[in-house]
Protein backbone atom coordinates (compact mmCIF):
# COMPACT_ATOMS: atom_id res chain seq x y z
CA UNK A 1 0.00 0.00 0.00
CA UNK A 2 1.21 3.72 -0.70
CA UNK A 3 1.78 5.44 2.23
CA UNK A 4 0.50 8.95 1.25
CA UNK A 5 2.45 11.32 3.88
CA UNK A 6 0.32 14.08 2.90
CA UNK A 7 -2.70 11.99 3.25
CA UNK A 8 -2.00 11.35 7.09
CA UNK A 9 -0.31 15.36 7.40
CA UNK A 10 -3.98 16.58 6.58
CA UNK A 11 -6.15 14.02 8.16
CA UNK A 12 -3.81 14.64 11.61
CA UNK A 13 -4.26 18.35 10.84
CA UNK A 14 -7.75 18.70 13.39
CA UNK A 15 -7.13 20.64 16.19
CA UNK A 16 -7.45 17.91 18.86
CA UNK A 17 -4.64 16.24 17.50
CA UNK A 18 -2.24 19.53 17.46
CA UNK A 19 -3.01 20.44 21.13
CA UNK A 20 -2.33 16.93 22.35
CA UNK A 21 1.09 16.76 20.38
CA UNK A 22 2.04 20.22 21.86
CA UNK A 23 0.99 19.18 25.31
CA UNK A 24 2.84 15.93 25.15
CA UNK A 25 6.06 17.90 24.14
CA UNK A 26 5.86 20.20 26.54
CA UNK A 27 5.49 17.28 29.10
CA UNK A 28 8.73 15.76 27.37
CA UNK A 29 6.12 12.80 26.92
CA UNK A 30 6.57 10.14 23.91
CA UNK A 31 2.92 9.53 22.23
CA UNK A 32 1.24 8.04 19.74
CA UNK A 33 -2.52 7.43 17.73
CA UNK A 34 -2.77 3.60 18.32
CA UNK A 35 -5.11 0.82 17.00
CA UNK A 36 -8.21 0.87 15.61
CA UNK A 37 -8.23 4.65 14.91
CA UNK A 38 -4.93 4.06 12.67
CA UNK A 39 -6.74 1.39 11.05
CA UNK A 40 -9.90 2.68 10.35
CA UNK A 41 -7.54 5.71 8.82
CA UNK A 42 -6.14 3.15 6.22
CA UNK A 43 -9.75 1.74 5.59
CA UNK A 44 -11.31 4.95 4.83
CA UNK A 45 -13.78 4.35 7.80
CA UNK A 46 -14.27 7.55 9.72
CA UNK A 47 -14.14 6.66 13.36
CA UNK A 48 -14.51 9.05 16.51
CA UNK A 49 -13.18 6.57 18.70
CA UNK A 50 -9.70 7.74 19.22
CA UNK A 51 -7.44 5.81 21.33
CA UNK A 52 -4.23 7.50 22.45
CA UNK A 53 -0.97 5.87 24.34
CA UNK A 54 1.38 7.52 26.20
CA UNK A 55 5.08 6.08 27.06
CA UNK A 56 4.56 7.24 30.76
CA UNK A 57 1.80 8.70 32.24
CA UNK A 58 -1.39 8.56 30.39
CA UNK A 59 -3.48 9.92 32.97
CA UNK A 60 -1.34 12.67 33.40
CA UNK A 61 -1.43 13.68 30.12
CA UNK A 62 -5.41 13.17 29.44
CA UNK A 63 -5.43 15.28 32.70
CA UNK A 64 -3.27 18.38 30.76
CA UNK A 65 -5.09 18.35 27.67
CA UNK A 66 -8.74 18.41 29.21
CA UNK A 67 -7.24 21.57 30.99
CA UNK A 68 -6.37 23.45 27.45
CA UNK A 69 -9.59 22.47 25.93
CA UNK A 70 -11.35 23.61 28.73
CA UNK A 71 -15.14 23.67 29.82
CA UNK A 72 -15.77 21.91 25.89
CA UNK A 73 -14.37 18.68 27.50
CA UNK A 74 -15.39 16.26 29.84
CA UNK A 75 -12.98 13.51 32.04
CA UNK A 76 -13.18 10.57 32.99
CA UNK A 77 -10.25 8.80 34.90
CA UNK A 78 -10.09 5.29 35.70
CA UNK A 79 -7.10 5.12 38.25
CA UNK A 80 -7.74 1.40 38.67
CA UNK A 81 -7.02 0.44 35.07
CA UNK A 82 -4.77 3.88 34.41
CA UNK A 83 -6.76 5.29 31.78
CA UNK A 84 -8.44 8.65 30.92
CA UNK A 85 -11.16 9.36 29.05
CA UNK A 86 -12.23 12.60 27.28
CA UNK A 87 -15.01 13.58 25.57
CA UNK A 88 -14.73 16.30 23.39
CA UNK A 89 -16.89 17.67 20.42
CA UNK A 90 -18.46 14.23 18.93
CA UNK A 91 -14.88 12.76 20.08
CA UNK A 92 -14.10 9.86 22.37
CA UNK A 93 -10.55 10.06 23.27
CA UNK A 94 -8.84 7.26 25.39
CA UNK A 95 -5.45 7.97 26.91
CA UNK A 96 -3.27 4.83 28.83
CA UNK A 97 0.40 4.54 29.29
CA UNK A 98 2.08 1.98 27.33
CA UNK A 99 1.95 -0.93 28.74
CA UNK A 100 3.77 -4.67 29.20
CA UNK A 101 1.47 -7.72 29.53
CA UNK A 102 1.58 -11.18 31.00
CA UNK A 103 -0.75 -13.83 31.70
CA UNK A 104 -2.03 -16.37 33.79
CA UNK A 105 -3.90 -19.97 32.61
CA UNK A 106 -7.13 -19.42 34.51
CA UNK A 107 -8.05 -15.52 33.09
CA UNK A 108 -8.16 -13.08 30.66
CA UNK A 109 -6.70 -10.62 32.92
CA UNK A 110 -2.84 -9.83 32.43
CA UNK A 111 -0.98 -9.00 34.70
CA UNK A 112 0.20 -5.10 33.77
CA UNK A 113 3.22 -3.17 33.71
CA UNK A 114 4.88 -0.29 32.36
CA UNK A 115 6.52 -0.72 29.23
CA UNK A 116 7.50 0.77 25.67
CA UNK A 117 5.84 1.39 22.55
CA UNK A 118 7.01 -2.10 20.94
CA UNK A 119 5.88 -3.51 24.15
CA UNK A 120 2.36 -2.37 23.88
CA UNK A 121 2.57 -3.13 20.09
CA UNK A 122 2.91 -6.37 20.73
CA UNK A 123 -0.13 -6.64 23.21
CA UNK A 124 -2.54 -6.01 20.30
CA UNK A 125 -4.44 -8.63 18.80
CA UNK A 126 -3.86 -8.57 15.08
CA UNK A 127 -0.98 -6.73 13.01
CA UNK A 128 -3.62 -4.51 11.11
CA UNK A 129 -4.45 -3.25 14.78
CA UNK A 130 -1.12 -2.51 16.38
CA UNK A 131 0.00 0.24 14.20
CA UNK A 132 0.41 3.60 15.49
CA UNK A 133 1.08 7.35 14.25
CA UNK A 134 3.37 9.58 16.58
CA UNK A 135 2.13 12.56 17.49
CA UNK A 136 5.42 14.34 18.56
CA UNK A 137 7.43 17.14 16.99
CA UNK A 138 9.19 16.70 14.35
CA UNK A 139 8.19 13.06 13.71
CA UNK A 140 4.12 13.80 13.54
CA UNK A 141 2.24 11.89 11.19
CA UNK A 142 5.20 8.81 10.95
CA UNK A 143 4.03 5.68 10.85
CA UNK A 144 5.25 3.14 13.51
CA UNK A 145 4.07 -0.74 11.62
CA UNK A 146 6.54 -2.99 13.40
CA UNK A 147 4.21 -6.19 12.14
CA UNK A 148 3.61 -4.82 8.67
CA UNK A 149 -0.06 -4.52 9.47
CA UNK A 150 -0.43 -2.19 6.31
CA UNK A 151 0.62 -5.06 3.93
CA UNK A 152 -1.76 -7.30 5.94
CA UNK A 153 -4.45 -4.17 5.16
CA UNK A 154 -3.60 -4.46 1.45
CA UNK A 155 -3.98 -8.04 1.59
CA UNK A 156 -7.25 -8.06 3.57
CA UNK A 157 -5.84 -10.39 6.36
CA UNK A 158 -6.58 -10.94 9.99
CA UNK A 159 -3.22 -12.14 11.82
CA UNK A 160 -2.18 -12.14 15.37
CA UNK A 161 1.26 -10.23 15.32
CA UNK A 162 3.13 -12.69 18.08
CA UNK A 163 2.16 -16.95 17.96
CA UNK A 164 -1.17 -17.03 17.50
CA UNK A 165 -1.51 -19.95 20.26
CA UNK A 166 -0.23 -17.54 22.30
CA UNK A 167 -2.33 -14.61 21.19
CA UNK A 168 -5.37 -16.68 21.52
CA UNK A 169 -4.83 -18.72 24.76
CA UNK A 170 -4.44 -15.42 26.50
CA UNK A 171 -7.15 -13.80 25.73
CA UNK A 172 -9.80 -16.02 24.05
CA UNK A 173 -12.06 -12.99 23.01
CA UNK A 174 -9.51 -12.44 20.42
CA UNK A 175 -10.55 -15.82 19.04
CA UNK A 176 -13.93 -14.13 18.60
CA UNK A 177 -12.95 -10.47 17.52
CA UNK A 178 -11.01 -12.14 14.57
CA UNK A 179 -14.05 -13.38 13.45
CA UNK A 180 -16.16 -10.77 14.17
CA UNK A 181 -13.03 -8.40 11.70
CA UNK A 182 -13.52 -10.81 9.10
CA UNK A 183 -17.27 -10.65 8.76
CA UNK A 184 -16.99 -6.80 8.87
CA UNK A 185 -14.38 -6.03 6.74
CA UNK A 186 -14.68 -8.73 4.59
CA UNK A 187 -11.30 -10.12 5.65
CA UNK A 188 -9.48 -13.37 5.34
CA UNK A 189 -7.80 -15.27 8.37
CA UNK A 190 -4.52 -15.90 8.11
CA UNK A 191 -4.40 -20.03 8.30
CA UNK A 192 -1.75 -20.13 10.72
CA UNK A 193 -3.89 -17.91 12.67
CA UNK A 194 -7.41 -19.60 12.10
CA UNK A 195 -6.18 -23.39 12.53
CA UNK A 196 -4.97 -21.62 15.96
CA UNK A 197 -8.15 -20.74 17.38
CA UNK A 198 -9.52 -24.21 16.10
CA UNK A 199 -6.97 -25.67 18.58
CA UNK A 200 -7.73 -23.02 21.31
CA UNK A 201 -11.44 -23.43 20.97
CA UNK A 202 -12.33 -24.49 24.78
CA UNK A 203 -10.82 -21.61 25.87
CA UNK A 204 -13.43 -19.67 24.82
CA UNK A 205 -15.01 -20.96 28.04
CA UNK A 206 -13.40 -18.68 30.28
CA UNK A 207 -15.02 -15.71 28.95
CA UNK A 208 -18.37 -14.14 30.20
CA UNK A 209 -21.43 -14.80 27.70
CA UNK A 210 -21.83 -10.77 27.49
CA UNK A 211 -18.32 -10.34 25.78
CA UNK A 212 -18.79 -13.33 23.48
CA UNK A 213 -22.57 -12.26 22.76
CA UNK A 214 -21.30 -8.75 21.76
CA UNK A 215 -18.82 -9.70 19.24
CA UNK A 216 -21.80 -12.40 17.97
CA UNK A 217 -23.75 -9.30 17.73
CA UNK A 218 -21.20 -7.42 15.74
CA UNK A 219 -21.11 -10.37 13.64
CA UNK A 220 -24.74 -10.56 13.19
CA UNK A 221 -25.16 -6.68 12.06
CA UNK A 222 -21.79 -7.30 10.10
CA UNK A 223 -22.80 -6.82 5.98
CA UNK A 224 -22.77 -10.38 5.15
CA UNK A 225 -23.02 -12.20 8.40
CA UNK A 226 -22.98 -15.40 6.81
CA UNK A 227 -18.83 -15.16 6.47
CA UNK A 228 -18.58 -14.49 10.58
CA UNK A 229 -20.98 -17.68 10.94
CA UNK A 230 -18.98 -19.88 8.42
CA UNK A 231 -15.99 -19.42 9.89
CA UNK A 232 -17.34 -19.72 13.41
CA UNK A 233 -18.81 -23.25 12.18
CA UNK A 234 -15.56 -24.33 10.79
CA UNK A 235 -12.95 -23.60 13.97
CA UNK A 236 -15.48 -25.78 16.24
CA UNK A 237 -16.62 -22.16 17.90
CA UNK A 238 -20.11 -22.18 16.98
CA UNK A 239 -20.80 -25.53 18.45
CA UNK A 240 -19.44 -24.30 21.60
CA UNK A 241 -21.54 -21.04 22.15
CA UNK A 242 -24.87 -21.93 19.91
CA UNK A 243 -25.52 -25.90 19.53
CA UNK A 244 -29.03 -24.94 17.97
CA UNK A 245 -27.43 -23.42 15.58
CA UNK A 246 -25.14 -25.81 14.24
CA UNK A 247 -27.89 -28.65 14.89
CA UNK A 248 -29.22 -27.67 11.99
CA UNK A 249 -26.96 -28.75 9.78
CA UNK A 250 -27.04 -31.56 7.14
CA UNK A 251 -29.32 -32.58 4.62
CA UNK A 252 -30.90 -36.18 4.80
CA UNK A 253 -33.03 -38.19 1.95
CA UNK A 254 -34.70 -40.85 2.03
CA UNK A 255 -36.00 -42.85 -0.62
CA UNK A 256 -34.77 -40.56 -2.65
CA UNK A 257 -36.12 -37.31 -1.01
CA UNK A 258 -34.28 -34.56 0.62
CA UNK A 259 -34.68 -31.51 2.31
CA UNK A 260 -32.72 -28.33 2.39
CA UNK A 261 -29.56 -28.44 4.91
CA UNK A 262 -31.58 -25.51 7.52
CA UNK A 263 -27.84 -24.35 8.49
CA UNK A 264 -26.78 -22.71 5.01
CA UNK A 265 -30.23 -21.97 4.45
CA UNK A 266 -30.61 -19.87 7.85
CA UNK A 267 -27.39 -18.21 6.60
CA UNK A 268 -28.78 -17.21 3.34
CA UNK A 269 -31.97 -15.69 4.75
CA UNK A 270 -29.67 -13.94 7.22
CA UNK A 271 -27.46 -12.57 4.45
CA UNK A 272 -30.80 -11.53 2.44
CA UNK A 273 -32.25 -9.47 5.78
CA UNK A 274 -28.90 -7.87 6.35
CA UNK A 275 -29.30 -6.06 2.71
CA UNK A 276 -32.73 -4.91 3.43
CA UNK A 277 -32.38 -4.14 7.63
CA UNK A 278 -29.95 -2.96 10.49
CA UNK A 279 -32.53 -3.85 12.83
CA UNK A 280 -30.50 -6.21 15.22
CA UNK A 281 -33.47 -7.76 16.52
CA UNK A 282 -35.25 -8.78 12.82
CA UNK A 283 -31.67 -10.34 12.20
CA UNK A 284 -32.06 -11.71 15.10
CA UNK A 285 -35.20 -13.44 13.78
CA UNK A 286 -34.11 -14.20 10.66
CA UNK A 287 -31.23 -16.29 12.83
CA UNK A 288 -33.82 -18.14 14.59
CA UNK A 289 -36.93 -18.37 12.12
CA UNK A 290 -35.50 -22.58 11.54
CA UNK A 291 -34.56 -23.34 14.94
CA UNK A 292 -36.96 -25.53 15.42
CA UNK A 293 -36.89 -27.86 12.26
CA UNK A 294 -34.08 -30.39 13.72
CA UNK A 295 -36.62 -31.36 16.83
CA UNK A 296 -39.63 -31.24 14.92
CA UNK A 297 -37.98 -33.34 12.05
CA UNK A 298 -40.38 -36.20 10.61
CA UNK A 299 -40.25 -39.06 8.11
CA UNK A 300 -44.04 -39.07 6.81
CA UNK A 301 -44.18 -41.91 4.18
CA UNK A 302 -46.47 -39.83 2.24
CA UNK A 303 -45.68 -36.36 2.79
CA UNK A 304 -41.71 -36.54 2.69
CA UNK A 305 -39.94 -35.00 5.26
CA UNK A 306 -42.15 -32.65 7.95
CA UNK A 307 -41.57 -29.77 9.99
CA UNK A 308 -45.02 -29.34 11.55
CA UNK A 309 -45.28 -27.20 13.93
CA UNK A 310 -41.38 -25.64 13.91
CA UNK A 311 -42.86 -22.10 14.34
CA UNK A 312 -44.64 -22.76 17.61
CA UNK A 313 -41.51 -24.97 18.96
CA UNK A 314 -39.33 -22.43 17.51
CA UNK A 315 -41.09 -19.87 19.51
CA UNK A 316 -40.80 -21.58 22.78
CA UNK A 317 -37.36 -22.54 22.35
CA UNK A 318 -36.14 -18.60 21.95
CA UNK A 319 -36.50 -17.65 26.00
CA UNK A 320 -33.89 -20.25 26.73
CA UNK A 321 -31.49 -19.39 24.26
CA UNK A 322 -31.83 -15.82 24.94
CA UNK A 323 -31.32 -16.67 28.76
CA UNK A 324 -28.38 -18.70 28.40
CA UNK A 325 -26.70 -15.92 25.55
CA UNK A 326 -27.77 -13.13 28.53
CA UNK A 327 -29.65 -11.31 26.04
CA UNK A 328 -32.43 -9.19 26.89
CA UNK A 329 -35.68 -10.80 28.48
CA UNK A 330 -37.99 -7.95 27.71
CA UNK A 331 -39.71 -6.88 24.86
CA UNK A 332 -37.22 -7.17 22.02
CA UNK A 333 -37.08 -11.37 22.86
CA UNK A 334 -40.54 -11.28 22.55
CA UNK A 335 -40.41 -9.22 19.18
CA UNK A 336 -38.34 -11.82 18.26
CA UNK A 337 -40.64 -14.75 19.36
CA UNK A 338 -43.33 -12.96 17.38
CA UNK A 339 -41.52 -12.91 14.19
CA UNK A 340 -40.27 -16.53 14.57
CA UNK A 341 -44.16 -17.51 15.14
CA UNK A 342 -45.18 -15.60 12.57
CA UNK A 343 -42.75 -16.35 9.41
CA UNK A 344 -45.00 -18.76 7.55
CA UNK A 345 -47.93 -16.55 7.39
CA UNK A 346 -47.49 -13.97 4.91
CA UNK A 347 -45.79 -17.31 2.41
CA UNK A 348 -49.05 -19.19 2.94
CA UNK A 349 -51.09 -16.21 1.86
CA UNK A 350 -49.16 -16.85 -1.40
CA UNK A 351 -49.40 -19.96 -1.48
CA UNK A 352 -53.07 -20.27 -1.09
CA UNK A 353 -55.68 -18.02 -2.23
CA UNK A 354 -55.56 -14.58 -0.92
CA UNK A 355 -59.02 -13.63 0.92
CA UNK A 356 -59.99 -10.63 2.79
CA UNK A 357 -60.28 -12.97 6.08
CA UNK A 358 -56.36 -14.52 6.24
CA UNK A 359 -55.48 -11.10 5.58
CA UNK A 360 -57.41 -9.65 8.25
CA UNK A 361 -55.77 -11.92 10.66
CA UNK A 362 -52.84 -11.73 9.55
CA UNK A 363 -52.60 -8.05 9.78
CA UNK A 364 -54.27 -8.41 13.51
CA UNK A 365 -52.01 -11.15 14.43
CA UNK A 366 -48.93 -9.01 13.41
CA UNK A 367 -49.83 -5.90 14.44
CA UNK A 368 -47.41 -2.86 14.08
CA UNK A 369 -44.71 -5.55 13.06
CA UNK A 370 -46.51 -6.53 9.94
CA UNK A 371 -43.72 -4.70 7.96
CA UNK A 372 -41.18 -6.77 9.46
CA UNK A 373 -42.89 -9.59 8.70
CA UNK A 374 -43.14 -9.59 5.74
CA UNK A 375 -39.31 -7.93 5.13
CA UNK A 376 -38.52 -11.53 6.39
CA UNK A 377 -40.80 -13.51 4.90
CA UNK A 378 -39.58 -12.27 1.55
CA UNK A 379 -36.11 -13.45 2.85
CA UNK A 380 -37.02 -16.66 3.50
CA UNK A 381 -37.41 -16.82 -0.11
CA UNK A 382 -33.66 -18.79 -0.89
CA UNK A 383 -34.94 -21.34 -4.15
CA UNK A 384 -32.46 -22.14 -6.42
CA UNK A 385 -34.92 -22.00 -9.23
CA UNK A 386 -34.80 -18.47 -10.11
CA UNK A 387 -38.35 -19.04 -12.20
CA UNK A 388 -39.62 -19.82 -8.86
CA UNK A 389 -37.98 -17.25 -6.80
CA UNK A 390 -39.35 -14.75 -9.06
CA UNK A 391 -42.86 -16.07 -8.92
CA UNK A 392 -42.68 -16.21 -5.24
CA UNK A 393 -41.90 -11.92 -5.10
CA UNK A 394 -44.08 -11.45 -7.57
CA UNK A 395 -46.92 -12.60 -5.75
CA UNK A 396 -45.66 -11.56 -3.00
CA UNK A 397 -46.11 -7.93 -4.38
CA UNK A 398 -50.00 -9.13 -4.63
CA UNK A 399 -49.72 -9.93 -0.86
CA UNK A 400 -48.43 -6.41 -0.02
CA UNK A 401 -51.12 -4.55 -2.12
CA UNK A 402 -54.28 -6.40 -0.48
CA UNK A 403 -52.56 -5.87 3.05
CA UNK A 404 -52.42 -2.44 2.40
CA UNK A 405 -55.97 -2.39 0.96
CA UNK A 406 -57.52 -4.13 4.13
CA UNK A 407 -55.69 -2.04 6.27
CA UNK A 408 -56.98 0.91 5.25
CA UNK A 409 -60.89 -0.86 4.92
CA UNK A 410 -60.77 -2.17 8.16
CA UNK A 411 -57.94 -0.77 10.27
CA UNK A 412 -57.35 -4.32 12.44
CA UNK A 413 -53.60 -3.66 12.48
CA UNK A 414 -53.75 -2.08 16.83
CA UNK A 415 -57.47 -3.73 16.81
CA UNK A 416 -59.45 -2.40 19.36
CA UNK A 417 -62.76 -3.71 20.12
CA UNK A 418 -65.95 -1.12 18.70
CA UNK A 419 -67.49 -2.52 21.81
CA UNK A 420 -65.42 -3.05 24.80
CA UNK A 421 -65.99 -5.43 28.03
CA UNK A 422 -67.18 -3.24 30.57
CA UNK A 423 -69.69 -1.94 27.90
CA UNK A 424 -71.26 -5.59 27.66
CA UNK A 425 -71.51 -6.15 31.44
CA UNK A 426 -72.84 -2.97 32.29
CA UNK A 427 -75.50 -3.58 29.28
CA UNK A 428 -76.26 -7.02 30.51
CA UNK A 429 -75.95 -6.16 34.39
CA UNK A 430 -73.21 -9.29 34.51
CA UNK A 431 -69.83 -9.35 36.12
CA UNK A 432 -66.50 -10.71 34.58
CA UNK A 433 -67.79 -14.01 33.30
CA UNK A 434 -67.07 -16.49 30.72
CA UNK A 435 -70.46 -15.17 28.62
CA UNK A 436 -68.64 -11.64 28.43
CA UNK A 437 -65.56 -13.36 27.19
CA UNK A 438 -67.29 -15.11 24.64
CA UNK A 439 -69.61 -11.88 23.16
CA UNK A 440 -66.00 -10.57 23.05
CA UNK A 441 -64.48 -12.82 20.82
CA UNK A 442 -67.83 -13.16 18.87
CA UNK A 443 -66.98 -10.04 17.76
CA UNK A 444 -63.70 -9.46 16.66
CA UNK A 445 -64.39 -12.86 14.89
CA UNK A 446 -67.47 -11.59 13.22
CA UNK A 447 -64.95 -8.53 12.38
CA UNK A 448 -61.81 -10.51 11.37
CA UNK A 449 -63.84 -12.83 9.03
CA UNK A 450 -65.27 -9.72 7.29
CA UNK A 451 -69.39 -10.92 8.47
CA UNK A 452 -69.22 -7.20 9.80
CA UNK A 453 -67.65 -3.96 9.46
CA UNK A 454 -64.64 -2.27 12.09
CA UNK A 455 -67.13 -0.29 13.23
CA UNK A 456 -69.39 0.47 16.24
CA UNK A 457 -72.85 0.59 15.27
CA UNK A 458 -72.52 -3.23 13.32
CA UNK A 459 -70.35 -4.35 16.31
CA UNK A 460 -72.86 -3.21 18.68
CA UNK A 461 -76.75 -4.53 16.46
CA UNK A 462 -73.98 -7.88 16.60
CA UNK A 463 -73.58 -8.20 19.89
CA UNK A 464 -77.22 -7.74 21.00
CA UNK A 465 -78.04 -10.27 18.36
CA UNK A 466 -75.66 -12.87 19.52
CA UNK A 467 -76.33 -12.46 23.81
CA UNK A 468 -80.16 -13.03 22.64
CA UNK A 469 -78.84 -16.28 21.01
CA UNK A 470 -77.23 -16.70 24.35
CA UNK A 471 -79.97 -16.32 26.33
CA UNK A 472 -78.84 -13.10 27.89
CA UNK A 473 -81.54 -10.71 28.64
CA UNK A 474 -80.33 -6.85 28.75
CA UNK A 475 -80.27 -5.24 32.57
CA UNK A 476 -83.38 -3.35 33.99
CA UNK A 477 -81.21 -0.22 34.95
P1 LIG B 1 -14.23 -1.59 17.17
O1 LIG B 1 -14.28 -0.15 17.57
O2 LIG B 1 -14.90 -1.93 15.91
O3 LIG B 1 -14.58 -2.54 18.28
P2 LIG B 1 -11.41 -1.51 17.62
O4 LIG B 1 -10.28 -2.27 17.05
O5 LIG B 1 -11.28 -0.03 17.66
O6 LIG B 1 -12.71 -1.93 16.83
P3 LIG B 1 -11.55 -1.56 20.46
O7 LIG B 1 -12.22 -2.59 21.29
O8 LIG B 1 -11.95 -0.14 20.60
O9 LIG B 1 -11.73 -2.11 19.01
O10 LIG B 1 -9.99 -1.69 20.72
C1 LIG B 1 -9.05 -0.70 20.37
C2 LIG B 1 -7.71 -1.35 20.14
O11 LIG B 1 -7.29 -2.04 21.32
C3 LIG B 1 -7.71 -2.41 19.07
O12 LIG B 1 -7.57 -1.88 17.79
C4 LIG B 1 -6.57 -3.30 19.49
O13 LIG B 1 -5.35 -2.71 19.15
C5 LIG B 1 -6.66 -3.27 21.00
N1 LIG B 1 -7.46 -4.37 21.54
C6 LIG B 1 -8.77 -4.36 21.84
N2 LIG B 1 -9.17 -5.53 22.36
C7 LIG B 1 -8.08 -6.30 22.41
C8 LIG B 1 -7.80 -7.63 22.88
N3 LIG B 1 -8.77 -8.39 23.39
N4 LIG B 1 -6.54 -8.08 22.79
C9 LIG B 1 -5.56 -7.31 22.29
N5 LIG B 1 -5.74 -6.07 21.85
C10 LIG B 1 -6.97 -5.56 21.91
Redesign the pocket.
Known sequence: MEILQEEIQAHLNKKIFKLISETADEMGVACYL????V?DFFLYRPSK?I?VVAVGQGIELAKAVSEKLGKKSRISVFKNFGTAQIKYKEYEIEFVGARKESYRLDSRKPIVEDGTLEDDQR???FTI??MAFCLNGNRYGELLDPFNGIQDLEDLVIRTPLDPDITFSD?P??MM?AIRFASQLGFDIYPDTFDAIGRNKERISILSMERVIDELNKIILSPKPSVGFILLEKAGLLDIIFPELTALKGAETKDGVGHKDNFYHTLTVLDNIARQTDNLWLRWSALLHDIAKPVTKRWDPRLGWTFHNHNYIGEKMVPKIFRRMKLPQNEKMKYVQKMVSLHMRPMQLVEEEVTDSAVRRLLFDAGDDIDDLMTLCEADITSKNPEKVRRFLNNFKVVRRKLEEIEEKDRVRNFQPPVDGNEIMEIFGLPQCREIGLLKSAIKEAILEGEIPNEREAAFQFMLKKAAEMGLRLSEE
Do not use: E, K, S
Open positions: IGGYRDDRRDNADLRR
